[in-house]
């Protein structure tokens, strides 16, 4: 039987009690209908990247989504547009609109998982969200049994969030994208870090090749790209989402801690196919982002750091990576998160939230 630690980029976890594969649309479509005719636990599983599943079997069925296929749609507004299977691994869909010169998704190389999950999760790095290139999530929902497709207004995308991570259970199918045409030439370039990599300034425009191969490099260096030879790369990814507090809590920080003012996201709505969505709200202001990296390290934590007799610890890459060192149990990994969730709560008074899906975990 396979088990959680084969199909994650974690390593652990135990065995589920059914396991289903899902090659083509349709197959995921029945797979899924038929488990949830039968009322029992589901999970829907994709790259692995974003999962840590418990050390106990899973007493459901696993549905395994391996849907590949990347359609070209006709273009709006001078736009391209791809409708892309939920299975297909997120870095070919990169690598292949950086081939063509598509710009859009540059800046999200490198990292691992499913097509399917990227707006499940709202994935962003160096600048980029794949919430400004999604145009619409084909959506089967667990509620209603209907099939429908969500435009991106009413996905509810935010900092790593969405309507699905919210609440509204279900499988995602398939994602529509709408990437820009310039001749290669990349979105404007609005990270600090990917600007000094590239040796340009911030809002230059260079190649989406470029971008593409200095990000690589830049998550290389922190352990943020599969490498089966390199354990720090045994984990998934940012461990702690960088936390979202009010404007009177950031100012309680020492001055030197990085803060980012945002904005909260719209309301969700789904809406069946061919029907208009209404118009989202107005934004407003008032929240900031905090650096959890920073925090982790002032806090006291630093890289490679782990429990006494523990298999999991801190990557000695980046601070924000828990890590398998290759005997780690999920209760390894869950302790470690505690245990640094802890120090930053003593010493900041802010509670760091958990990324990936927490499978039969609790933290």
């Known amino acids: 039987m396979t088990s959680f630690s084969e199909l994650t980029t974690m390593r652990v976890g135990g065995e589920p009690a059914r396991f289903v594969t899902a090659d083509a649309t349709d197959e995921l479509i029945d797979a899924v209908r038929a488990v949830w005719a039968d009322d ?9 990247s974003n999962t840590v599943a418990s050390d106990e079997s899973f007493d459901g069925t696993v549905v395994h989504v391996r849907t590949r296929g990347v359609e070209r749609l006709d273009d709006v507004d001078g736009r391209v547009r791809l409708r892309v299977a939920a299975g297909e691994p997120w870095d070919d869909l990169v690598a292949r609109t950086v081939d063509e010169g598509w710009s859009g998704l540059e800046a999200l190389s490198g990292i691992p998982g499913s097509t399917g999950a990227s707006p499940i999760q709202n994935i962003g790095a160096y600048g980029q969200e794949v919430s400004s290139t999604v145009v619409s999530v084909d959506f089967l929902d667990a509620d209603t049994g209907e099939f429908v497709r969500v435009p991106a207004a009413n996905l509810g995308l935010g900092y790593r969030t969405s309507v699905f ?11 529509e994208f709408a990437l820009r045409d310039a001749g290669g030439a990349s979105e404007q370039v609005s990270y600090p870090q990917l600007a000094g990599a590239l040796g340009v300034d911030l809002g230059a425009r260079v190649s989406v090749a470029d971008v593409r191969s200095s990000v690589l490099a830049l998550r290389a260096s922190k352990g943020m790209v599969l490498d089966a030879d390199d354990r720090d790369t045994w984990s998934s990814g940012s461990f702690f989402t960088n936390p979202v507090v009010s404007r009177q809590g950031a100012s309680e920080l020492p001055s030197d801690a990085p803060r ?3 904005d909260p996201e719209p309301e969700d709505q789904v809406v069946p196919l061919g029907e208009t969505p209404a118009p989202p709200p107005p934004p407003t202001s008032g929240a900031v982002k905090l650096s959890a990296a920073w925090l982790i390290e002032h806090a006291g934590v630093a890289r490679g750091f782990r429990l006494p007799g523990s298999g999991a610890a801190i990557s000695t890459k980046h601070t924000l990576a828990l890590t398998n060192r290759g005997s780690a149990s999920a209760d390894d990994v869950v302790e470690l998160a505690r245990f640094v969730q802890q120090r930053v709560l003593a010493e900041f008074g802010v509670l760091l939230r958990p990324e990936p899906v927490l499978l039969g975990l609790d933290l």
């Open 260 to 262: 980012w003012p945002i």
């Open 40 to 48: 029992e636990p589901w999970f829907v599983l994709g790259g692995g």
């Open 165 to 175: 991570k919210q609440g509204r259970a279900g499988v995602v199918t398939a994602v």
